[in-house]
């Protein structure tokens, strides 16, 4: 049973709707777990008056989290509650006559930048180049424009994502209902801060936008490297436009970097401008291994980011609860790159001397149990798919080292994985780890 501690009871499943480019309706970004319902299949009155919510709600009331919540259970339980999704929704207050207070959307892959650390799922311009794979085919239309329209008017809040968000053309069609239904409505958007045109303009001029802008550098050559298609100078603009227009309106704004071996000795510099702006700083970094070895799987790189965060420890001194908050969650970062360290030298012990057939078992035996967390297959279906992850590898130097690395991180990240539906992304993360 997770703790009761009133602080960690999450809003999420209780006054939330999340809804995925997939047609998956879920309660938030964290429990993919638990799916309430599909879009067009089921509609958003059915989602949420449905059994599955209520169920949901029930438990964390009596603060039994099911065990699809995993993911912030183990967050908290290693001292990142800033990474948890419990301090995301911590802020989502009850709605009114029943309805959602807040809702979610995620609703297409439109994109214009190729992020290196980023895939198909989230940017159709990856899906097309770097995959070479097949559209996705967002399911919203018109119907669901018509079907949210009852909702607005008692939401508190709205959050929008992507690809990105200002390119997405449905989401202008609910910003046009907001302005008319309930104008003074908090709109969030996540976006790469790449875009901001005449029309953008008129609609932040019209609503209330809070921003969180991705920048993972200061440095022109890293960032345009790791942003493929931006301009550090014009994002830089942007970001200075964005800033002014929140503090005029009195607004929220965030800015976000993941931290990975590419940039990590760049993360500090972004520190300090956010510092020195007053605006909120949210560090992430990618635990799974993945495409490009973004997570930090080498034992010299951990070294030097962890050398390389403590020296800002050294000379930190707060002026405001902002820049307090900053370095709180900057903490977190160093610890968890620390926790990255141990639990790598630990599974390397535990593994580097069994055999291949051992290991294979062992990774088997570790996602079956986790089946309870993965909704989406059938135990023989996920036997099979795992099975053919391990084939994927036809040598057995570089299959050890990839099943060693999954191995080493957290069954819940690795059943999230499975959850996206996007198996040759994960065949492909699998399949890299054998080079680290």
Same mark, same amino acid.
């Given at each position: 049973?997770?703790?009761?501690?009133?602080?960690?009871?999450?809003?999420? @499943?209780?006054?939330?709707?999340?809804?995925?480019?997939?047609?998956?309706?879920?309660?938030?970004?964290?429990?993919?777990?638990y799916i309430l319902g599909n879009y067009p299949q089921n509609?958003?009155?059915?989602?949420?008056?449905?059994?599955?919510?209520?169920?949901?709600?029930?438990?964390?009331?009596?603060?039994? #989290?099911?065990?699809?919540?995993?993911?912030?259970? %183990?967050? !908290?339980?290693?001292?990142?509650?800033?990474?948890?999704?419990?301090?995301?929704?911590?802020?989502?207050?009850?709605?009114?006559?029943?309805?959602?207070?807040?809702?979610? #959307?995620?609703?297409?892959?439109?994109?214009?930048?190729?992020?290196i650390m980023c895939s198909g799922e989230y940017s159709a311009?990856?899906?097309?180049?770097?995959?070479?794979?097949?559209?996705?085919? &967002?399911?919203?239309?018109?119907?669901?424009?018509?079907?949210?329209?009852?909702?607005?008017?008692?939401?508190?809040?709205?959050?929008?994502?992507?690809?990105?968000? $200002?390119?997405?053309?449905?989401?202008?069609?609910?910003?046009?209902?907001?302005?008319?239904?309930?104008?003074?409505?908090?709109?969030? =958007?996540?976006?790469?801060?790449?875009?901001?045109?005449? %029309? =953008?303009?008129?609609?932040?001029?019209?609503?209330?936008?809070?921003?969180?802008?991705?920048?993972?550098?200061?440095?022109?050559?890293?960032?345009?490297? !790791? %942003?493929?298609? @931006?301009?550090?100078?014009?994002?830089?603009?942007?970001?200075?436009?964005? *800033?002014?227009?929140?503090?005029?309106?009195?607004?929220?704004?965030?800015?976000?970097?993941?931290?990975? /071996?590419?940039?990590?000795?760049?993360?500090?510099? =972004?520190?300090?401008?956010?510092?020195?702006?007053?605006?909120?700083?949210?560090?992430?970094? !990618?635990?799974? /291994?993945?495409?490009?070895? #973004?997570?930090?799987? &080498?034992?010299?790189?951990?070294?030097?980011?962890?050398?390389? #965060?403590?020296?800002?420890?050294? !000379?930190?001194?707060?002026?405001?609860?902002?820049?307090?908050?900053?370095?709180?969650?900057?903490?977190?970062?160093?610890?968890?790159?620390?926790?990255?360290?141990?639990?790598?030298?630990?599974?390397?012990?535990?593994? +580097?001397?069994?055999?291949?057939?051992?290991?294979? +078992?062992?990774?088997?035996? +570790?996602? *079956? &149990?986790?089946?309870?967390?993965?909704?989406?297959?059938?135990?023989?279906?996920?036997?099979?798919?795992?099975?053919?992850?391990?084939? &994927?590898?036809?040598?057995?130097?570089?299959?050890?080292?990839?099943?060693?690395?999954?191995?080493? =991180?957290?069954?819940?990240?690795?059943?999230?994985? $499975?959850?996206?539906?996007?198996?040759?992304?994960?065949?492909?993360?699998?399949?890299?780890?054998?080079?680290?």
């Amino acid at each position: 049973m997770f703790q009761k501690k009133e602080k960690y009871l999450c809003n999420a @499943a209780e006054y939330s709707l999340l809804f995925q480019p997939s047609g998956e309706i879920l309660a938030c970004h964290y429990n993919r777990g638990y799916i309430l319902g599909n879009y067009p299949q089921n509609t958003i009155d059915d989602v949420w008056n449905g059994e599955k919510r209520k169920n949901l709600t029930k438990k964390i009331r009596k603060g039994n #989290f099911p065990k699809t919540c995993e993911f912030c259970k %183990r967050a !908290i339980k290693n001292g990142f509650y800033n990474k948890s999704g419990i301090n995301k929704y911590q802020y989502i207050t009850p709605g009114q006559s029943g309805y959602p207070s807040s809702m979610e #959307f995620q609703l297409d892959n439109i994109c214009n930048l190729e992020c290196i650390m980023c895939s198909g799922e989230y940017s159709a311009l990856i899906r097309k180049n770097r995959e070479k794979g097949t559209p996705y085919i &967002s399911p919203y239309d018109e119907n669901f424009v018509y079907q949210i329209k009852k909702y607005i008017h008692y939401l508190k809040q709205a959050s929008f994502t992507g690809g990105e968000p $200002f390119l997405i053309e449905i989401y202008y069609q609910i910003w046009d209902l907001i302005q008319i239904l309930n104008p003074n409505l908090q709109i969030y =958007v996540s976006t790469n801060g790449t875009i901001l045109n005449d %029309r =953008v303009k008129k609609y932040l001029d019209k609503l209330n936008f809070n921003f969180t802008i991705s920048i993972d550098s200061m440095q022109k050559e890293n960032y345009e490297n !790791i %942003r493929k298609n @931006a301009i550090l100078e014009k994002t830089i603009e942007n970001i200075n436009f964005f *800033i002014r227009y929140a503090k005029a309106k009195n607004l929220n704004i965030n800015i976000k970097s993941v931290v990975t /071996p590419f940039n990590y000795k760049d993360i500090p510099e =972004v520190l300090v401008f956010c510092n020195n702006n007053q605006i909120n700083f949210i560090p992430k970094t !990618i635990l799974i /291994p993945s495409f490009g070895n #973004f997570s930090f799987s &080498s034992e010299l790189i951990i070294e030097d980011a962890t050398k390389t #965060f403590e020296e800002i420890f050294k !000379i930190k001194n707060p002026t405001s609860q902002t820049e307090n908050n900053n370095y709180s969650r900057f903490k977190e970062i160093l610890n968890e790159i620390k926790e990255i360290k141990k639990l790598r030298k630990e599974n390397l012990e535990k593994y +580097k001397n069994q055999s291949i057939q051992k290991l294979k +078992k062992e990774f088997l035996k +570790k996602m *079956i &149990s986790q089946k309870r967390l993965i909704s989406n297959y059938s135990k023989t279906d996920l036997k099979e798919m795992i099975q053919k992850l391990i084939n &994927s590898i036809n040598d057995e130097v570089a299959l050890k080292k990839s099943l060693i690395s999954f191995l080493s =991180v957290p069954s819940e990240i690795i059943a999230s994985e $499975f959850n996206r539906k996007d198996f040759n992304k994960l065949i492909e993360r699998f399949r890299q780890c054998s080079n680290l």
